[in-house]
């Protein structure tokens, strides 16, 4: 391989680092962000797992059912600086999800706040770095 093929193949390796963390990651195109609605159930499953945590919840149906909804929530990296962990929730827990629900009106949201059944509010933003 030439000098010249040898550059070429490096530039070109290099691009493709450099474009995949802006392809990798998603917007919030998918939720109505300017909509909040609230969801009231008992936690099924919590995952806490990159690049999005999620919170899933039987919710009642109003006619004596349950309904299971997916929430989805902030990076793991940025939940454990506000003192959010992997065992911040278990099955059985009961919580009120804020969220922007999905455009396609799936039982998913995205998460805007998170009231425990004794009605703390947890902390989604880290404290502001000074």
Do not use: C
């Not at 919030?28 to 919170?55: C, M, R, S, Y």
């Not at 992997?86 to 629900?101: C, E, N, Q, R």
């Not at 799936?106 to 998170?114: E, N, P, S």
Request: proline share 5%; no cysteine.
């Amino acid at each position: 391989m030439n000098l010249r093929t040898y550059l070429m193949f490096v530039l070109l390796a290099m691009s493709g680092f450099s474009i995949a963390p802006a392809v990798a990651h998603h917007s919030n195109v998918a939720f109505e962000t300017l909509k909040i609605q609230e969801a009231t159930g008992t936690v099924t499953d919590w995952k806490w797992t990159n690049p999005h945590t999620w919170i899933y919840l039987a919710v009642d149906d109003g006619k004596g059912g349950k309904i299971e909804w997916a929430f989805e929530g902030r990076a793991p990296g940025l939940l454990s600086r506000t003192g959010w962990s992997a065992k911040t929730f278990k099955k059985g827990d009961v919580l009120t999800i804020h969220y922007s629900p999905a455009k396609d009106g799936t039982k998913t949201g995205l998460i805007a706040r998170v009231t425990l059944a004794d009605g703390t509010i947890l902390p989604y933003t880290p404290p502001a770095v000074q």
